[in-house]
């Protein structure tokens, strides 16, 4: 590990002050300490946020839910306001990493966390993300968990997250403040597609904090889950997953949120399948049919070519799951 420097903020004037002057915010600390042993990331100072007043779970007066960026992963998924009205996220946090992990691991943190692609982890190894321009290993190398869906010529990581597929899903915003002050952005936003800049990840500029993440408020009743696919039954990154929300009213889908994970280089929301979704009654021809368009332009490597008949399945399942059949 390099040597860095510490200091704790204790109030945002006080972190905003050092994250503008060059240093990296950290609370749990669960993957940036990982990356920091492995050199793969050397902060020369990092500012510990965790003390700041960011931990509360609001119901908005519109119904929606505001989460504060420091929430514990653990907290959140059992906060009754979360269960209560998005299973989905309180499912998606559960089926993430391990019990002392999400006791540790913020919100915040989590929709940060870079890319578990094992080149990336590998400081011998060429990669983009890490050193941009020195190539990618994963393109011609070991690449069966790697993404199918908005990769470029430059990187084909996945998204590691779970919750973010939810609150892509669900079109969530993340608040930041700054700076230059507020401002927010939409979910589909947030998070950076790599093209031919890998190492950039996230729309987050020099020195701004995430505050909160923003669920807005949607039609009831909403039914929702998540489903994760892997090797194995836990503390394990999703090979696909699901994230569905449905707001069925006199037998019809009137709403359709849908987005999957382990699949794409973000977090990948399906708007074909929402679509083909909206008007129709349940049906298991339905679901059969809209999980048909969660593939449309994938682009498989040499290894994951299963992950396109895998990503279907996995859509149709958990749309039979939430929505059920008539
Ligand atoms: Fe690096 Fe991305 Fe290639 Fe992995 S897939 S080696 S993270 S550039």
New binding site residues.
């Given amino acids: 590990m390099h040597p860095f420097a510490y200091t704790r903020a204790s109030d945002t004037r006080e972190a905003l002050k050092a994250g503008r002057a060059g240093g990296r915010y950290i609370a749990g600390g669960t993957t940036l300490v990982d990356l920091m042993r492995e050199t793969v990331e050397r902060p020369g100072t990092l500012v510990d946020i965790s003390g700041l007043p960011l931990r509360d779970i609001l119901v908005t007066k519109e119904g929606g839910l505001r989460i504060g960026a420091l929430v514990r992963m653990a907290e959140a998924a059992a906060h009754p306001a979360v269960r209560a009205a998005y299973p989905v996220v309180s499912r998606a946090l559960e089926l993430s990493a391990s019990a002392q992990l999400r006791n540790m691991a913020t919100i915040g943190g989590n929709i940060m966390q870079r ?1 578990r ?1 094992t ?2 982890r590998d400081v011998t ?6 050193e941009p321009g020195s190539g ?4 011609h190398g070991v690449n069966r968990s ?1 993404a199918i869906l908005g990769t470029s010529d ?4 996945t998204h590691p997250s779970d919750v973010a597929v939810a609150f892509a899903a669900l079109e969530a915003r993340v608040r930041l403040l700054g700076p230059d002050g507020e401002r927010e952005v939409p979910f589909a936003d947030f998070l950076l597609r ?1 093209g031919s800049t ?1 190492q950039r990840e996230q729309a987050v500029r020099q020195g701004e904090l995430i505050t909160t993440i923003e669920i807005p408020a949607l039609p009831r009743p909403l039914k929702s889950g998540y489903l994760k696919v892997r090797d194995r039954q836990s503390y394990e990154f999703a090979l696909t997953s699901a994230a569905v929300a449905l707001h069925i009213r006199g037998g019809v889908i009137r709403e359709a949120k849908v987005a999957a994970g382990g699949v794409g280089t973000v977090p990948w929301k399906l708007p074909a399948v929402e679509r083909h979704l909206i008007g129709e009654r349940p049906s298991d021809a339905l679901w059969t049919a809209a999980a048909e368009k969660a593939t449309e332009g994938a682009r498989p490597l040499r290894h994951n070519r299963f992950k396109v008949a895998l990503l279907k399945r996995t859509v149709e399942r958990q749309l039979r799951v939430v929505g059920g059949t008539k």
Wanted: glycine residues 0%.
């Fill in positions: 890319t692609c080149y990336f190894a060429d990669c983009n993300k890490r990618c290993a994963a393109l790697h430059h990187c084909v990581a790599p890998p």
